[in-house]
């Protein structure tokens, strides 16, 4: 089974399109270096705000007919082909393709709401095509919308991206219950909270040092640490020049500490299991 | 600021994590198994150059050159199905009409004689019910073709079950299931044309023009001839008549093993089929006419081979008898040529026209110089003039 990784948090700016993007190249690049016979990657970008697509394409000039908002207002019975048919190859690597976001998808939530169905609008065509692909990764919205629900019923593992403050680390909680409702409220067995990412990790920060030591020592979230990135400029850097964290400053420290959390998400694909 | 674009660095950072990755068990990420998996009918597309040809060669050309979506050429094959029905008095409004109504007992459907378009549509849509009741058991086998973000399967067994998926998703009434049809995903590596014609072959119903161009393809494909990818005229597969199994003998097993285990000579005879014209070959497909009875039609001049393709057809001849009408047209030709102006004939018949342009002396003297002799030259103008009296008389029985 193809594993669909979403990058959810409803606090906007703690790096989910940077670790999504991120992430996406590195599994296609990781699986190929490996001999895998299909290293492709499918990036689906659902936030309207299309950052993950304007890094991975250099455009985000995608609306009506060429984007994740196509893909939603099409018949269910042609839903799957428009899918095929939107998406494009970035420009990072050609293993990594993407469906690209649109500034309509803000316009999509209400055009879809109240459509019997409309969560599914995603989780259904992509699972006609999901099997071309080696992984799946969804950069959702900051918000706990329609658009993210879809991403998450599409998605088989939820990873929660998030800064070492006291708010944000509080607020955790209440992001893995939102996903745990998902996955009761609309039967997705296949759904479960896979991992937290810390990002923007700074150690000279004395608070950032005590929030990650308690997360590494709670029961629950400290099994799902999957990884600790540092902040680093060379992640603002990458954005502007639309390059890959791997591609602009492999020696960074935050590429090795992205590198390493791939890893992980790469193990757990070639396993198939938790 | 760090140096941009170093993409040989991003190679040694994944390396390096992959390296770690792999340790243990270095092969846990390599598959070259074959897989089944349930594919997206629209990413399937059938082999163009199959030389088992499915759809009538017009729609054929029309759909592998993109002009027509699968469910318009299916649109178009019930129109001219249609037509054909409807001249022969047996109009029909939906497809399921063609199969014959399990309440009528009259066995009256059973003598009727089917066009091959209407046979064929009447196949697909009785596969496409089969389908409908109990699911696609037997899955395509197909070939991993994608290219970039385009991703395509190329079907290399079951275009019959494929044209009936969409006759069913789109023609007929009950179609429950997702789009998807389940598909054997052959490693494109493992593909071959050899593959390709073992399975043919080892299915029934092969017609000898299917054949001559599997004999086609495989002999092409052994002496490195390109194999397009879309389709190709008769003509693509008549440079095989220039080529035979003398020139890659190492080759030659395998290609009558997947031939279906035929002999060299009946190897030669298929392949020559390839000498039909084109409208004698498209009819001779479409009517699924046998090798024996086409032999002899190769040997006449290929202005006749439609003619007689379609007398085979009509007249439902056997192989004796095919053979006893070119054969016979081949002497009448011979008599024919029998029966030509020798050029001497010619020459004297000239000169009648041209005896008023020379004197009576001059033609003496012409003759004595040409003979040497004034009694040589009487006994050549006796000779002469009972030449004439005799095609004078030969002039009245005319």
Partial sequence: MTRVFVFTNHKGGVGKSTSATNTALGIAGMLRRAGAPNARVLLIDTDSQAHATLVTTGTKDYGADDSLYTVLM?????????????????????????????????????ELMGIAGAPYRLADPLSRIINRYAAVVIDTRPSFSLMTEMGLIAATDAIVPVEPRYLETVGLMSVIGKINDIREGWRQPNLRVSGILVTK?????????????????????????????????AVSYAHQNHQSIFNYDPKASASKAYAQFVGKLVQRIAKGGA | MPPKNQTHRIDDLLGSVTEELLMGNPQQFEDNSIRVERLLL???????????????????????SNRLTPTQALKELVQLVQVAARQRGRPFNNVL????????????????????????????????????????????TVVDVSQGVT???????????????????????????????????????????????????????????AMARQAALLLLTVHGYQIPENAVPNDFYRQAL???????????????????????????????????????????????????????VVALAPEYHAEVVRQII?????????????????????????????????????????????????????????????????????????????????????
Wanted: proline residues 5%; hydrophobic residues 40%.
């Fill in chain 2, 97 to 140: 009409e063609l199969l014959p109504n399990p309440d009528d007992e009259s066995d009256e459907d059973s003598s009727v004689h089917l066009s091959p378009e209407e046979q064929l549509l009447h196949d697909l849509v009785n596969l496409a019910i089969t389908i409908r009741d109990d699911g696609q058991v037997n899955p395509l």
């Fill in chain 2, 151 to 209: 991703q395509q399967f190329r079907i290399e067994t079951g275009e019959r079950r494929y044209w009936a998926t969409w006759l069913l998703r789109d023609f007929i009434a009950g179609y429950n299931s997702d789009g998807m049809i389940p598909c054997i995903i052959i490693p494109t590596e493992r593909s071959s044309v050899f593959r390709q014609a073992k399975e043919n072959t080892a299915r029934s119903g092969l017609s000898a023009i």
């Fill in chain 1, 74 to 110: 099409a018949d269910r019975q042609n839903a799957a082909q428009t899918l095929l048919n939107c998406i494009v190859q970035s420009t990072w690597d050609a293993d990594l393709h993407v469906l690209p976001a649109s500034p309509m998808l803000e316009g999509a939530e209400r």
């Fill in chain 2, 314 to 398: 009509d007249l439902n001849l056997t192989a004796k008898q095919v053979k006893e009408l070119c054969e016979g047209d081949l002497h009448e030709r011979e008599d024919d040529e029998q029966e030509k102006i020798p050029a001497s004939a010619l020459k004297i018949a000239k000169a009648a026209q041209t005896t008023t342009a020379a004197a009576p002396q001059d033609i003496a003297r012409a003759l004595i110089k040409q003979e040497g002799d004034t009694s040589l030259a009487r006994a050549r103008l006796q000779a002469l003039r009972k030449l004439l009296t005799d095609v004078e008389r030969y002039l009245v029985d005319e």
């Fill in chain 1, 201 to 233: 990790m700074n150690t000279r920060i004395r608070g950032h040092n005590h929030l990650l030591d308690e997360l590494k020592g709670h029961s629950v979230l400290g099994k799902l640490l999957l990884g600790v990135v540092p902040a680093n400029e």
């Fill in chain 2, 42 to 64: 629209e990413m399937v597309r059938p082999d163009p150059v199959q030389p088992r040809r499915v759809l009538p060669e017009q729609l054929h050309f029309a759909f592998h």
């Fill in chain 2, 242 to 296: 220039d080529i035979d199994l003398r020139g890659k003998r190492e080759y030659t097993e395998a290609i009558l093993s997947a031939m279906g285990g035929v002999k060299k000579g009946y190897f030669s005879y298929i392949k020559n089929l390839l000498r039909l014209s084109d409208e004698a070959m498209e009819l001779a497909d479409r009517h699924n006419l046998d090798e024996r009875r086409l032999r002899p």
